[in-house]
């Protein structure tokens, strides 16, 4: 028994840590280039075009709320935004607005191929 954990051992004289530096850390850069290429920059490309859609929104435009109101803006200023939902009056953040479901409420409806 002590026979084969002695074999399981290093070598003695530090042989075992003479590789290249490099060649040991190449799996966590490449985890690290995987997570951002799948993770981090995806996020960052939404992020940026929800930006950029609730820059371009404005008077009359139709927008569904974070909390699913659905209402039309009357006005809109550099941070918020006042908005009409069946006669009642609201003024909200810009960032309370959905981009995906405002979107999709503004698209035309599409015609079913036959």
């Known amino acids: 028994m002590l026979n084969q954990i002695l074999l399981m051992a ?3 004289g ?19 280039v995987v997570f951002y290429f799948f993770m981090i920059y995806p996020q960052i490309k939404k992020n940026k075009a929800q930006k950029k859609f609730r820059e371009i929104l404005g008077k009359g435009d139709k927008v569904i709320t974070i909390g699913g109101v659905h209402a039309k803006i ?6 918020t935004f006042l908005i009409e939902s069946e006669g009642t009056k609201l003024r909200i953040d810009r960032t309370a607005v ?17």
């Open 74 to 79: 009357l006005e809109a200023t550099e941070h």
């Open 14 to 32: 530090g042989a075992a840590g003479g590789g290249n530096p490099i060649m040991s850390f190449l799996p966590l850069i490449l985890i690290f």
């Open 98 to 114: 959905s981009m995906e479901a405002s979107q999709a409420l503004n698209q035309p409806a599409k015609e079913e191929k036959k």
């Open 10 to 12: 290093p070598p003695a």
